[in-house]
């Protein structure tokens, strides 16, 4: 997988010898696969110092979901609950990694990534895809394969089968680089 990622920056930035990467954005649902991919985010990037970025977005839905009321859905709300569940990781991975910052966004999951890929300045994004267990169930399943298709930069997606721990990253369990268009 890190030659993989060095290939790519030889390709993209000649045979001088640079960083893959300065920046990483991960996307995060809070599932299986999206816990895969901030450890593989933190294994990777440390050795370059690199950055990382972990975006968790609120859908329309779950954001709008009425907190009181005949119409109210369990306590607590999705957002509430998307919002505890955003502290506890951001704290992990800040706690884990220094130079990790976490951001929480409103809308479609598909746009605000994105977008937050824009505002962060990411250089790389890793991804967990077929996850359909977290809060925004279904949300990075299609998303996965949207941010794959639309990123400007090179995009890592990660299965589900690799969250046990960090050593499955020198295994290379899971995941292709696509490189960024």
Known sequence: ????????????????????????????DFGEASSAAVLRAVVLSRPFGASVTLVHVVGDLAASAPSRGPFALARPSPFEHARQLFIRAAGQLCAEYPRAHAVMRRGLPMLEILAA??????????????????????????VAEAIVRLAKVPVL?????????????????????????
């Open 117 to 142: 890929l824009d505002d962060a300045r990411a250089d790389f994004v890793i991804m967990g895809t077929g996850n359909h267990e977290g809060p925004d169930e279904a949300s990075l399943g299609s």
């Open 157 to 181: 997606t990660v299965s589900r089968g690799g969250a046990a721990g960090v050593p499955w990253c020198d295994r290379g369990h899971g995941g292709t680089v696509r490189p960024g268009r």
């Open 1 to 28: 997988m890190r030659r993989q990622i060095a290939s790519l920056a030889r390709r993209h930035h000649g045979s001088r010898s640079v960083s893959p990467f300065r920046h990483v954005l991960v996307p995060s």
